[in-house]
């Protein structure tokens, strides 16, 4: 007899797939989505992924709709991203703010 799905207010699992060893990775499956809004505007399966963080010592869910690329290879994409978000956000923490205004007129 089959397994009724893992269900939560995001989405139902529809298949596991492998988990490469050794990379922090817990889980990679397939859900679909279980709200009807959701459901209706986006009906195609999206990819769930669980991450251990060793420097934080806690778990991570990435969702994404990238089916074809490794587990691994979206970890490190989201990692970078994530690189980038912190940048950005020290950067505007520390530089001077000046409200934006238009330039000058151009001397004729």
Not at 16 to 25: C, D, L, Y
Not at 67 to 96: H, P
């Amino acid at each position: 007899m089959a397994k009724p799905h893992q269900r939560s207010w995001l989405g139902t699992k529809r298949r596991e797939r492998p988990v490469p060893e050794h990379r922090g990775i817990l889980k990679d499956e397939l859900i679909g989505l279980n709200v009807y809004y959701f459901k209706k505007h986006y009906p195609y399966p999206l990819r769930r992924i669980e991450v251990w963080d060793e420097t934080k010592e806690e778990r991570i869910v990435l969702i994404t709709n990238h089916l074809g690329f490794a587990a691994s290879t979206i970890c490190s994409i989201y990692k970078d991203r994530w690189q980038i978000e912190v940048f950005f956000k020290t950067m505007k923490q520390n530089l001077k703010k000046r409200p934006l205004s238009p330039p000058p007129p151009m001397p004729s």
